[in-house]
């Protein structure tokens, strides 16, 4: 059964509590103030709690994200082309993640993208979470049909369906995003957990985010178009078997900045998981990195715990360090990619960088080896697709 929420609050506000009878959270609709003390319009819909029907918004209404909005499986959230959705300015705790067997229908458009903000007057990187996709498609931190469990939310992500499809997010922009809870549980911009490649990702940015611009954890998505500008963390980030395709992504680095892209074999963070049964491998096809300059250090891209990847069409400008490889010949093998042909880059130009490529590996080999058709890349057309839909650039 499909639940449509077309309503028209009363100035005074209405407190509604979800149409179903099992004991997970109310769904809160009420007209409260923003996160910037500003009273919101009357008739604004504030959207929290875990839906267990599916929950299709009118572009005809104000919807505030006042909390976590969870879409349990079974259902699927609709947004249409053109909203705008301002999440209150409070925190780790305001995001919107989709379940394992949920889906997301968000498609926008060049000339209409679909806004995620924050409501304050003043926006800040880490003012809200940030969207968190969940699927079943596999990761390396578990095996078989196990699963492992988000760092924001706390649900299950993982499984042995590579073709899982969690929906469609098309022309999306998240802005202010990545509030962390603590120290090892951070938001992203848009957060991918164990999505398979029948979700359809193409022609999304996230502008402003405090932690990773877009982290894949495990799974096998492909993603298209993809735009980070001013991620105070990593950019572009992928751990736990990531082995999909990124194609088309442009990243662009403010005055706060770590890494265009951090990449892992294997998901560091969780303990002993340094012998997984495969380590991440993505295609990453067109590709731009723009840094600060050589002057302010840092590298474009790492490579580290054993993560494999084929790149080609890198263009890298304004760092330190192009390609950054950390490993050893035990359990963190980012050489022995090199040397198999499994970790790679074909067409790169270089742009105000002062070393190109360093090796940390523990394996030898030359960056001939590693790189191929130096100076022959132009990275992707930018300019062409990326035009009237992205901001800050």
Not at 146 to 171: F, K, Q, W
Request: some cysteine; proline content about 3%; charged content about 15%.
């Amino acid at each position: 059964m499909k639940k449509n929420f077309l309503l028209g609050l009363a100035i005074f506000g209405l407190l509604f509590n979800s149409c179903t009878s099992d004991d997970t959270a109310d769904i809160i609709i009420n007209d409260n103030g923003g996160g910037d003390d500003t009273p919101p319009p009357s008739g604004t819909i504030f959207l929290s709690g875990t839906f267990t029907e599916d929950l299709t918004l009118d572009a005809n209404e104000t919807y505030v994200l006042n909390g976590s909005l969870i879409m349990a499986a079974g259902t699927t959230l609709t947004i249409p082309a053109g909203m705008t959705i301002e999440a209150l300015a409070e925190g780790s705790d305001v995001y919107i993640a989709i379940a394992q067997g949920a889906q997301i229908i968000a498609n926008g458009t060049a000339d209409n993208p679909i806004i995620l903000t924050s409501d304050a007057s003043a926006p800040q990187a880490g003012d809200w979470g940030g969207v968190i996709v969940l699927g079943e498609a596999p990761i390396n931190s578990v095996t078989g049909a196990a699963t492992a469990t988000s760092e924001i939310a706390s649900l299950p992500y993982g499984g042995t369906n590579a073709e899982d499809n969690s929906g469609s997010i098309r022309y999306m922009r998240v802005q202010y995003s990545g509030a962390a809870a603590d120290g090892q549980s951070e938001n992203n911009g848009f957060s991918f957990y164990g999505v398979g490649r029948g979700t359809v990702i193409e022609f999304i940015q996230v502008f402003e985010g405090s932690d990773d611009g877009v982290e894949f954890f495990g799974g096998t998505v492909n993603v298209n178009n993809v735009v980070v500008v001013n991620s105070q963390d990593d950019s572009i980030d992928w751990t736990e078997g990531y082995s999909g395709t990124i194609t088309d992504a442009y990243v662009l680095h403010g005055a706060e900045h770590d890494k265009g892209i951090e990449a892992d074999g294997y998901n560091t963070d969780i303990g002993n998981n340094s012998n997984p049964l495969f380590f991440s491998r993505p295609n990453i096809n067109n590709l731009t990195i723009i840094g600060n300059g050589s002057g302010t250090g840092n590298e474009a891209i790492r490579l580290r715990a054993g993560t494999q990847g084929i790149f080609t069409n890198v263009l890298i400008e304004g760092f330190e360090e192009g390609f950054d490889l950390d490993g050893d010949d035990g359990d963190n093998p980012t050489g022995a990619g090199v040397l198999s042909g499994d970790l790679s880059v074909t067409d790169v130009t270089f742009t105000d960088v002062i070393l190109e490529v360093k090796n940390d590996t523990g394996e030898t080999f030359m960056d001939s080896d590693f790189l191929s058709g130096i100076g022959s890349a132009t990275g992707t057309d930018f300019a062409t697709w990326g035009a009237g839909w992205t901001v800050g650039l």
